[in-house]
Each structure stands twice: as structure tokens, then as C-alpha cells.
């Protein structure tokens, strides 16, 4: 496998975790959010600095990395979930503006706009891709776990769920302090890859792009947000040379998913193999015309 198209598959795997915290949020627990880059620099920050400056072993500053990010967004989700709605998305945003700006002014612990570079690059594609694995399993267990049912309830009808007897406070904390786990992870995995980090890589477009990956492969699909990372990276990379075009092709792609599946690819819908069954028998009982067949 060439070093390029290596890399490519290794960004895509770090897109893809991140994509996950995303739709735990707001998929499946139906709060929206543009804030989630913040989470991604903390995790980021945290791995570069116990490993350059405490000579960290890579895979536990990592780790350590996403449960900072984990206690963060736990501690922001306490007072800030309270909101609702528009609220909390406006709220998100300052809040994950709040955070680039103190790690771009925090020179003595973060060596502020300069960054930290000569990171070591310990994010290869076997790396990035088993963390990948091992987080999308355990995103399928939690979803489909007590816990994912009732964030999917607070998601659905708050209201009833409470009456039901769920507490959806504290639904919504957890799914958020889950959300910035994968986060935080993925974040110290792409200071890993890119061997360099600067706050501007977090700033509101990173946010607005794993949000865009989650909407653009299903609300409320795991697998979907899955897919709808694989195809914006590769399509982000495939038009680089066009740098100027890139982005407005980009656009165009959403867009136009958008207007014909509002839903998202899959929606809801998680790819199995008896969903691929029933898309394909869908179109193979359709004649040339455009009408379906009988079915006996």
C-alpha cells in the first residue's frame, strides 16, 4: 500500500472516531452540537505534552488524552445541558471557541498560536484503524446497551422519557462525557499523524466537518456516520490538487445528498447485511420504466 493512499485510510479512521463521539451526541441523544473540536484539542494537547514533555508512553497519553476530554466535557455538560435546543448549540460554540482560545494564550504549557511539532508518529494506519475497530464496537454495544436506549428515548420525547422514569439529565451528561472520550482520543491520534498541532486546527470548521459527517450519513446511525466520514475525507482529498474548487465540491456533495435524502444515506438504519438485502431487492423488483414488478 502506497505511503500516500496510506495515509488517506489512516485520516480516515481518526475522521471516523471522531465521527462516532458526534453521533452519540447528537444522533442519538438528538442535541446538536457545534463545540466538539474543542474536545478534539484537549485530547490533542494532553497526549503531545505527556509525551514530549514527560516521556509518556504513546498509547497511554492517548488514553489519557481522551478521559481529560472525558472529565471536560462532563464538567461543561453539568451547568450548559440544561439548555435546550438552539440554546445549547450556541452555547457549544462558544464554549469550543472558549477552548482554542485558552490553549492559544496558555504559552507556558501549550507554547500558544506556535504550536507543538516534532511529535512522534506513533498514529500509523495499523494504529488508527485498531482503535478505530475497537471504538466502533464498543460505540454498538453502548447503543444498543440500557444506556443507548435511553439516550434514544430522551432523543425521541424527552417528556415521556422522564415520565417513564428516566432521568434525562443525567442521560444527556453521560452521553456528552462519552462523546468527548471519542473525541479526545481521536484528537491525540491526528497530533500523532500530523506530527504537529496548532489551535487553529480546532477551531469552528473542524466542528462544522464531524457534524457534517454524522448528518451526511444518517441521524441516528452508527454505521452511517461511519460511511458519511469515509466518503467527505476521501473526497476532501481525492480534489486537493484543485485546492481552489475543493471545498465548493464539497458543499455541492452535501447539498445535493441533502436535498435528496434529508434523512441522510441511511438514516436510522444501521448497515447490516439484511438492510443491503432489502435496498437491493428494492431496486432489482423494479422494470426499466421506473415501476415495480409483481411480487408473488
Not at 494504529?127 to 464498543?138: D, R
Request: hydrophobic share 50%.
Amino acid at each position: 500500500m502506497g505511503g500516500y493512499f496510506s495515509g488517506i485510510i489512516t485520516l480516515l479512521a481518526i475522521n471516523c472516531i471522531a465521527a462516532m463521539g458526534v453521533s452519540l451526541f447528537t444522533g442519538f441523544t438528538g442535541i446538536f452540537t457545534l463545540g466538539h473540536a474543542g474536545y478534539m484539542a484537549i485530547g490533542a494537547y494532553t497526549a503531545a505534552i505527556l509525551i514530549m514533555k514527560y516521556h509518556v508512553w504513546w498509547f497511554l497519553a492517548v488514553i489519557c488524552g481522551g478521559f481529560l476530554s472525558m472529565l471536560a466535557a462532563y464538567l461543561i455538560g453539568l451547568p450548559t445541558l440544561k439548555l435546550i435546543g438552539d440554546y445549547y448549540a450556541i452555547a457549544s460554540l462558544g464554549l469550543g471557541e472558549a477552548i482554542r482560545l485558552v490553549i492559544e494564550n496558555w504559552n507556558s504549557m501549550t507554547r500558544g498560536a506556535r504550536g507543538y511539532s516534532g511529535i512522534p508518529h506513533f498514529s500509523t494506519l495499523p494504529v488508527a484503524a485498531g482503535f478505530m475497530i475497537v471504538m466502533a464496537v464498543a460505540a454498538l454495544f453502548i447503543v444498543n446497551s440500557n444506556y443507548g436506549r435511553a439516550f434514544k428515548a430522551c432523543r425521541d420525547d424527552e417528556v415521556a422519557a422522564s415520565l417513564l422514569g428516566f432521568h434525562t439529565s443525567r442521560c444527556r451528561v453521560l452521553s456528552l462525557a462519552i462523546s468527548g472520550f471519542y473525541c479526545g482520543v481521536a484528537g491525540a491520534l491526528f497530533g500523532g499523524f500530523m506530527r504537529f498541532i496548532q489551535p487553529v486546527m480546532f477551531d469552528m470548521t473542524k466542528s462544522t466537518e464531524m457534524v457534517s459527517s454524522v448528518i451526511f450519513g444518517g441521524l441516528g446511525s452508527m454505521s452511517g456516520c461511519l460511511v458519511g466520514a469515509a466518503i467527505l475525507t476521501f473526497i476532501t482529498e481525492y480534489f486537493r490538487d484543485i485546492s481552489e474548487y475543493r471545498m465548493l465540491i464539497y458543499g455541492g456533495v452535501l447539498v445535493a445528498v441533502m436535498v435528496a435524502r434529508p434523512e441522510g444515506l441511511l438514516g436510522r438504519n444501521e448497515l447490516t447485511l439484511r438492510y443491503v438485502r432489502s435496498v437491493l431487492s428494492r431496486f432489482a423488483r423494479r422494470k426499466p420504466g421506473g415501476s415495480e414488478t409483481e411480487t408473488p
